[in-house]
């Protein structure tokens, strides 16, 4: 009877070691616990979480985030699924670089004080548009930069509003800065328009919509910006 019962006591003890950990593991977990797929996985959006944060949590950049997802919007939500491409080339094991080489010979620089963009290839100056950057108070913030996203119509989330011809340049928190052109709200107002030379924005660098389409055809991803007072 004694070894009877120590044998019980020994499997309930085991199995209540194994029921124990399965719900340590799963009961108020991590929800968004990667499930591979391939040489990448799905990742479940949690409360607080942006695609900036995301893309840097796993070590790939954000454009990468948002071309493997096809999001036409930077608006995510809980439990919305994505996918979360591999950092490395399938074909050959290589690493990808979290940050695009710099386009050779090619450069950015904004002026605040003058609110005029100079654009520089091969040592030349190409382009001078005039720019619109922060506001009072959402002023742009001067730094070396490089272009880290291209999206042909962003969607910023904060002001619901498009931003066509985007060129990323630097994080804010959960959100990103960048260059692009005069924004448009979802009624179709373009806002800003009449106010390009002289600060406006809510921190960007915003350019006429043709001088933008210009600038994001020429610039590449990694092609250095420079902003300065």
Same mark, same amino acid.
């Given at each position: 009877?004694?070894?009877?019962?120590?044998?019980?006591?020994?499997? /309930?003890?085991?199995?209540?070691?194994?029921?124990?950990?399965? $719900?340590?593991?799963?009961?108020?977990?991590?929800?968004?616990?990667?499930?591979?797929?391939?040489?990448?996985?799905?990742?479940?959006?949690?409360?607080?979480?942006?695609?900036?944060?995301?893309?840097?949590?796993?070590?790939?950049?954000?454009?990468?985030?948002?071309?493997?997802?096809?999001?036409?919007?930077?608006?995510?939500?809980?439990?919305?699924?994505?996918?979360?491409?591999?950092? &490395?080339?399938?074909?050959?094991?290589? &690493?990808?670089?979290?940050?695009?080489?710099?386009?050779?010979?090619?450069?950015?620089?904004?002026?605040?004080?003058?609110?005029?963009?100079?654009?520089?290839?091969?040592?030349? $100056?190409?382009?001078? /548009?005039?720019?619109? &950057?922060? $506001?009072?108070?959402?002023?742009?913030?001067?730094?070396?930069?490089?272009?880290? &996203?291209?999206?042909?119509?962003?969607?910023?989330?904060?002001?619901?509003?498009?931003?066509?011809?985007?060129?990323?340049?630097?994080?804010?928190?959960?959100?990103?800065?960048?260059?692009?052109?005069?924004?448009?709200?979802?009624?179709?107002?373009?806002?800003?328009?009449?106010?390009?030379?002289?600060?406006?924005?809510?921190?960007?660098?915003?350019?006429?919509?043709?001088?933008?389409?210009?600038?994001? $055809?020429?610039?590449?991803?990694?092609?250095?910006?420079?902003?300065?007072?």
């Amino acid at each position: 009877m004694k070894k009877l019962f120590t044998l019980t006591f020994l499997l /309930f003890s085991l199995l209540g070691n194994v029921l124990f950990s399965a $719900q340590t593991a799963n009961a108020g977990g991590d929800p968004a616990a990667p499930a591979p797929i391939g040489n990448a996985f799905t990742y479940v959006v949690k409360r607080g979480d942006s695609l900036s944060v995301i893309a840097r949590r796993y070590g790939i950049t954000l454009n990468a985030l948002v071309q493997a997802n096809r999001l036409t919007r930077w608006t995510i939500y809980p439990g919305q699924q994505l996918t979360v491409p591999s950092k &490395t080339t399938p074909s050959t094991g290589s &690493t990808t670089p979290q940050t695009p080489a710099p386009s050779k010979n090619k450069s950015i620089y904004v002026s605040i004080s003058q609110q005029r963009m100079y654009v520089y290839e091969n040592g030349a $100056q190409i382009y001078t /548009f005039p720019v619109s &950057t922060g $506001q009072a108070g959402r002023e742009t913030l001067p730094g070396n930069y490089r272009v880290k &996203t291209r999206i042909s119509r962003a969607w910023g989330s904060a002001w619901r509003i498009w931003m066509p011809s985007w060129l990323g340049i630097y994080d804010v928190g959960r959100y990103e800065n960048g260059i692009h052109a005069v924004p448009i709200t979802e009624n179709g107002e373009v806002m800003w328009e009449n106010s390009i030379g002289q600060p406006a924005s809510y921190g960007c660098v915003v350019l006429r919509t043709n001088d933008a389409a210009t600038l994001y $055809q020429w610039a590449d991803l990694g092609t250095p910006v420079t902003i300065r007072h």
